[in-house]
């Protein structure tokens, strides 16, 4: 049973554009929400999280944004570049268990 | 340079053999993981392990064994028993139960498993 839902799970966008992935939660539990991002043979690396005392995290292009009534959270990237193409999990945790649930990834293709 | 090493990044296995995938951190981490990835699949847990000489099984242990005998290194050992092992390997680690932390997990380059 998957407990995160990631959507969509391959996104094609121009460069300068708005790259958009959303994801969806269960366990009510989840407190913590990150994004990894992770280049083709590489192993995935923190992007960026959110505690859901706080509804959005802005660094530099990257942007999450929480809605903790929905069980919802999403990564925003703008201006989108080439270097960004890549496939980003979301992931989610509870307090103390240490065990993430990921979401199954969206390949992002920023054209030039 | 702190980090996660995994070796060997390519491996190729014949049916019927085992092969051990080795993890190391130096990053004084307490807890380390061991997760597949397949195409379109995420990343699923095989094991876990949260403290020297104990861990768990994940989702996907199945034909998979682990050892911790050191805080530093979790070697994982695909077994003869795992029908299908041609995926990609990630090892990461997470907590310093000896300081305020977050759940960020560190991952390894990974190793591509390949059965012949």
């Known amino acids: 049973q998957q407990q995160v839902k990631q959507s969509p799970q391959s996104l094609i966008v121009q460069k300068g554009g708005i790259s958009i992935i959303n994801c969806a939660y269960e366990?009510?539990?989840?407190?913590?929400f990150p994004w990894y991002q992770q280049f083709p043979g590489k192993g995935p690396a923190l992007l960026i999280a959110?505690?859901?005392?706080?509804s959005e995290k802005k660094e530099g292009r990257f942007t999450i944004s929480f809605n903790k009534s929905a069980k919802q959270f999403s990564l925003h990237i703008m201006d989108s570049q080439p270097g960004d193409s890549a496939t980003y999990f979301c992931?989610?945790?509870?307090?103390?268990?240490?065990?993430?649930?990921f979401g199954r990834g969206t390949s992002l293709i920023v054209h030039p | 340079d702190g980090g996660i090493t995994q070796s060997p990044k390519y491996l190729f296995r014949k049916e019927g053999q085992n092969v051990t995938l080795s993890c190391e951190q130096n990053?004084?981490?307490?807890?380390m993981y061991w997760y597949r990835q397949d195409p379109g699949q995420g990343l699923r847990l095989i094991y876990y392990?949260?403290?020297?000489?104990?861990?768990q099984k994940g989702d996907i242990a199945e034909g998979y064994s682990v050892s911790r005998e050191k805080k530093e290194s979790f070697p994982l050992t695909v077994t003869s028993a795992q029908k299908n092992p041609t995926a990609f390997y990630l090892c990461?680690?997470?907590?310093?139960?000896?300081?305020?932390?977050?759940?960020?997990?560190?991952f390894g380059p990974g190793t591509r498993l390949t059965v012949l």
């Open positions: 992931a989610s945790s509870s307090g103390g268990s240490y065990i993430p649930t």
């Open positions: 959110i505690r859901p005392d706080v």
């Open positions: 366990n009510t539990a989840f407190d913590y």
């Open positions: 990053l004084n981490h307490d807890a």
């Open positions: 990461a680690s997470s907590i310093d139960l000896g300081t305020t932390s977050t759940d960020t997990q560190y």
């Open positions: 392990s949260q403290i020297v000489n104990d861990f």
